[in-house]
């Protein structure tokens, strides 16, 4: 496959046992033992995938997911929570997580979960590609959106949910769709969360929000991207 992972989690032998079985599956991973390192090298870029746990030393998975989201680092995040701790996953979908997983999990759904996130990430635009449409240039590499030369300030979650629709270009998509590859499986978001940020992405890119050209809704079905 040659996709690449980054594990992040202090447990050694559970680290030493996921590495295993993802390099297994054919996938290039890279670990780090705490909150800090993880931070580091997933700044750096490159990555697939965060595997995160969320209690970690040094810094916590919370504290790296919303750090990496706040610096345009739009990598898929798959965030590990102790299964009792709602309100982990709950915040960790808010910084910008993308998915997570209870512990103690079955490595089956580990590697389903992973595997879909690896595909949609890779369904999207190359990581170098640059993309024009009317007066936006969306620049996929530094996870920048300008206007008319002006730069553009998106939240992690608008970001995809533009990658998608740009990935997309021309097919008509519903919101459970929408759901699903942007905020992930079991979302706490509803699809009323969906026609929300579409709103804030028309107000930030269409030159008359209510009259989109490049984000139409198509009645009774989603939306359709014709940028």
Known sequence: MGHRILLVEDDAGLRLTLTHRLAREGYEVETAADGEEGLRRATDGGFDLVILDVMLPRKSGLDVCREL???GVATPVLMLTARSQVVDRVVGLKLGADDYLGKPFEMAELLARVEARVRRHREGPGPSALHRFGAIEVDFRRT???????????????????????????????????LDAV????????????????????????????????????HGLGYKFAG
């Open 69 to 71: 989201r706040q610096g």
């Open 144 to 178: 920048e959106v300008r206007r008319d030369g002006e730069r553009v300030e998106l939240s992690a979650k608008e970001f995809r949910l533009l990658q998608y629709f740009i990935g997309h270009r021309g097919a008509t998509l519903s919101r459970n769709e929408l």
């Open 183 to 218: 905020w992930g499986y079991d979302a706490v978001p509803t699809t009323r969360t969906v026609d929300v940020h579409v709103a804030w992405l028309r107000r930030k890119l269409e030159k008359n929000p209510r009259r989109p050209e490049h984000i139409v809704t198509v």
